[in-house]
């Protein structure tokens, strides 16, 4: 018994000197130093039956003011959410549950009770990418609802492609012929748009860079040199498929006159579309460097 009483009185005089604690090592790092080869290093345990707001909680403090808490909150009598607790307060019941992580795994964010993985009762600002299914989505993109039971995914925006170029001179063409129409780079001096780089030159083709729907419009301004018909097209570059067209009898030579054609198509992603004009009179025509000679076209759906 001797020995026993100078062994803790030994024990009590190094606390004294430390001011660390250590259960299962000698050396406390810590005020309260725990060691084991157990992962079940710390149990806290509220000795009353679980039930509906029974707390188990650990509760910081700084100075004299408490600056957050973690608590085990029962929700059941057989279940229970982990609660983090801030914005700070001189009283601990003022502490506020910011996050909540239910017994099934949900998170909420200013909401106790979610009902998805991630439920967030507030506003949320990005920095960085929004991935859905590792994919960030490009540039003109928007979530695409597929329904309750499937993931979204991203796509083109109405708008979010589309050109709008003007003639690049006057353009003569022989009887006979049918010519892709030469136009401006867009964004170039003349007004003009280009979103998502669709319209390309000198090749003065419409390359869409996804399927859809797309709105057309091909117009331009006709001086022929002898009566006759004339056509003017939108077409599949590499097949010579004609999409839209329009054919007008000019009863004048030299006469001008607007003529212009225009379809909402299903366009495919990386085919080439060009605007071209047939000349069917028996002399030359020239495509006239005006405002109503163009090519535009954009993504509707």
Sequence with gaps: MKY???AWFQFVSILCAAQNVGIGTPMPAARLHIG???SALLLLQNNNILSTDTKSAIIFRTGTWYTG???SIGTSVNEARLGFFTYSSTNPTLLKESMSILDGGFVGIGNTAPEYELDVNGSINLTANLLVNGVAGN???ALHSNGSSNAPTWNYVAGSQGFHTYSG??????PGVAATLVFESP???IAGFNYGNVFKNPTNEFVPTVDGIYLLHASARIQPTTPGFVTI???ENNTNNVYTSARMYFNQAGQEATISCSASLALQEDVSYVCRVRNETTGSIVVVDASDTYYSG???R
Excluded: R
């Excluded at 001179?169 to 022989?174: A, F, R, S, Y």
């Design 4 to 6: 026993a009483v100078f």
């Design 36 to 38: 084991s080869n157990d």
């Design 169 to 174: 001179g006057n353009q003569t063409i022989l």
């Design 298 to 300: 954009v993504l509707i």
């Design 139 to 141: 540039p003109g993109q």
């Design 187 to 189: 964004n170039s001096s």
């Design 233 to 235: 097209e939108i077409i």
């Design 69 to 71: 808490s973690i608590q």
